[in-house]
Each structure stands twice: as C-alpha cells, then as structure tokens.
Nanobody, 120 residues
C-alpha cells in the first residue's frame, strides 16, 4: 500500500496562504486532497491522474487552490490561497483508483492529515 505523509498546515488569518505537502512512498494512478471539517463529511478538494491533462477542484476552492507535484521528490502539493474560515478542516492526501475523482468515499488510502485553521 502507498504510504502518505502530509505537512504544512497551520492556523492563519483569512486571506492568508499555506502550502500543503504530501510525501508518498510510491506512484499511484490517482491522487487527491480530501478534507473534513468538524461535524461534516469528508469531501474531495482536488485530484489529478498521473499522465492526465486535467486537475479537478471542488467548486468552492476553484481559483484559490492549486494542486501540483514534484515527481523527483515523490511529493504532491496543494497551494491554498486566499483562505477563508470555511476552509477550516483536516486535510488529507489520498490515493485510489482512477474512477474516484472527487468522491472522498472512494479512497481507501490516506495519511494522518494536517490541520488547517482559518480565523476571520
């Protein structure tokens, strides 16, 4: 199984930026960032397929968050810009089959998470 380790979270003011990192032990067909706020279901935030030409984003983060990768370092990033209080959640890096896309329920491999807290 793929091993995933997230980092980069923190507590910031609204409008600030963070960059989350996900170090993974091996390649996988599809990777994603998921998040879960207190009392809410886990949701897909961003995902891409290795070799694909598109990155998919949750509507509420499109234009503010950017997913990228450094293949040489086996690391996936999520750049969070213009953070809002509603972005407060535990963020997880996840791996799964190609058909998962932004369906958080589909992923069965994820890391321990990194907390993002945004105050107004």
């Amino acid at each position: 199984q793929v091993q995933l380790v997230e980092s980069g979270g923190g507590s910031v003011q609204a409008g600030a930026s963070l960059r989350l990192s996900c170090a993974h032990s091996s390649s996988t067909y599809r990777m994603a960032w998921l998040r879960q706020a207190p009392g809410k279901e886990r949701e897909g935030v961003a995902t891409f397929r290795s070799g694909g030409d598109r990155t998919y984003y949750l509507d509420s983060v499109r234009g503010r968050f950017t997913l990228s990768q450094d293949r040489a370092k086996n690391t996936v990033y999520l750049q969070l810009n213009n953070l809002k209080p509603e972005d407060t959640a535990m963020y997880y890096c996840a791996a799964g089959p190609d058909y998962c896309f932004l369906d958080a329920r589909c992923y069965n491999v994820w890391g321990q998470g990194t907390q993002v807290t945004v105050s107004s």
